[in-house]
């Protein structure tokens, strides 16, 4: 397979699901590229490496941020994965489909696909929940545990004490009433990490027309004369996740002109520009 149709940069969460999605069927040959290398160790797999992978040089890009006037002159620091699998194979595991009166308001604000209705179908498609007394709910290939019964005895202090100051016990922050206290579900597998590889990729990989190449930075390879040869029409889909995909289509800006390559760049409604969550230590 030396010729390509579709080639997805970076082995993220949405480049995983992407080049299943781009190689089912088999009519397309798609090509991976993942800067990072490889996501088979003990600290990915083990949910507990997790505070192990928030600084690891090797597998995260751990960008800086620009210090900031809105949180008094500091500058962030930004964990990303660059890794097979992307920051699936570094995040924390929490599995949260989001709220559907956000997905709404997307959808309202010109964005159509965004709507609860449509996205909905979409995860149930792709979930596989263990509940807490272990029966198993869907066939997708995504597996989210149900972690309620194994707690700390401490959690279920924390919990009573949030009942006992009036606030809600939400029971599935995925379920109807996700307003409240209450525990994750995670993205694990038999105790271990289950990453957007795991579900996506990995399986897809089987396909003869799907092949991912690791430590491959796209800002040097991806538009090299040679690379990509006997092509008729090629696609490049720029999944480098928030950070990466920016500084990709920045670093290649004139590779694409000297190339005659006409970016389409697809975001969302200006409405809605990038955002980020804030952890703050207590
Ligand atoms: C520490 C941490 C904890 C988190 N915890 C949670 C959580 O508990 N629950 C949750 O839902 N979300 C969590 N997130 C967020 C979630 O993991 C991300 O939003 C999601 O994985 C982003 O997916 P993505 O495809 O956009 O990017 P990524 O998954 O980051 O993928 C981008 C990929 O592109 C590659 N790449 C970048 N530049 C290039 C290039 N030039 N050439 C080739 N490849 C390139 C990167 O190496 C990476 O593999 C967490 C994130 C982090 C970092």
Aim: proline share 6%; glycine share 12%; net charge positive.
């Amino acid at each position: 397979m030396d010729a390509f149709d579709f080639i997805v940069i970076g082995a993220g969460s949405a480049g995983c699901v992407l080049a299943e999605r781009l190689s089912a069927g088999g009519r397309h040959r798609v090509l991976v590229l993942e800067a990072g290398g490889s996501d088979r160790s003990f600290w990915v797999q083990m949910p507990i490496g997790y505070g192990k992978l928030f600084y690891d040089a090797r597998r995260n890009w751990r960008f800086t941020a620009q210090a900031d006037a809105g949180l008094n002159g500091r500058a962030s620091y930004w964990p990303r994965g660059k890794i097979v699998g992307g920051s699936s194979s570094i995040n924390a595991m929490v599995y949260c489909r989001g709220l559907p009166g956000d997905f709404e308001d997307w959808r309202a604000l010109g964005n159509p696909g965004w709507g609860w209705s449509d996205v909905r179908p979409c995860f149930e498609a792709i979930e596989r929940n263990v509940l807490e007394d272990g029966r198993v709910a869907g066939s997708g290939p995504l597996w989210v545990f149900d972690v309620s019964g194994q707690t700390h005895p401490l959690c279920r202090h924390f919990f009573a004490a949030a009942r006992e100051l009036g606030l809600p016990a939400a029971e599935d922050f995925n379920g109807p009433s996700p307003e409240g206290v209450g525990l994750y579900r995670i993205t694990t597998k038999g105790g271990r990490r289950w990453s957007a590889a795991d579900a996506f990729l990995r399986p897809a990989l089987r396909r003869p027309n799907l092949k991912l190449e690791i430590g491959i930075s796209t800002a040097l390879h991806v538009f090299f004369p040679g690379f990509i040869t006997g092509k008729s029409r090629l696609a490049v889909s720029c999944k480098a996740g928030g950070c990466g995909s920016a500084c990709s289509l920045a670093a290649n800006g004139e590779a694409l002109q000297q190339f005659s390559i006409e970016p389409h760049v697809q975001l969302l409604s200006p409405a809605h520009p990038f955002q980020i969550i804030l952890i703050l230590p207590l």
